[in-house]
């Protein structure tokens, strides 16, 4: 069992920086993927970016070239670097862990974009 815990959201001005975290309450080997998902008030949760073995990412074709996802071993921590913010990215931003045949998500951190 595995518990993730989200903190970092917040209310950001387009065009603004946040960075999320997302702390696992256990060690979880690098080869197992971790990602962010997010979603939209009325829309269905969407994929975002994820980071996996070798430290391999992939990212959502809106968010590429301004999000950054990245990892921290010792910590038990995957990070999402998110720059030049639109109001459209205002969502409930989830962690997610896929461990062998068990997927976790944590409760989720707020991103508010708007001036």
């Known amino acids: 069992q595995v518990q993730l815990v989200e903190s970092g959201g917040g209310l950001v001005q387009p065009g603004g920086s946040l960075r999320l975290s997302c702390a696992a309450s256990?060690?979880?080997?690098?080869?197992?993927?971790m990602g962010w998902y997010r979603q939209a008030p009325g829309k269905q949760r969407e994929f975002v970016a994820t980071i996996s073995s070798g430290d391999s990412t992939n990212y959502a074709d809106s968010v590429k070239g301004r999000f950054t996802i990245s990892r921290d071993g010792a910590k038990n921590t995957v990070y999402l670097q998110m720059n030049s913010l639109k109001p459209e990215g205002t969502a409930v931003y989830y962690c997610?862990?896929?461990?062998?045949?068990?997927?976790?998500w944590g409760q989720g951190t707020q991103v508010t974009v708007s001036s």
């Open positions: 256990r060690y979880i080997d690098s080869f197992y993927p």
């Open positions: 997610n862990a896929k461990i062998a045949a068990f997927e976790y």
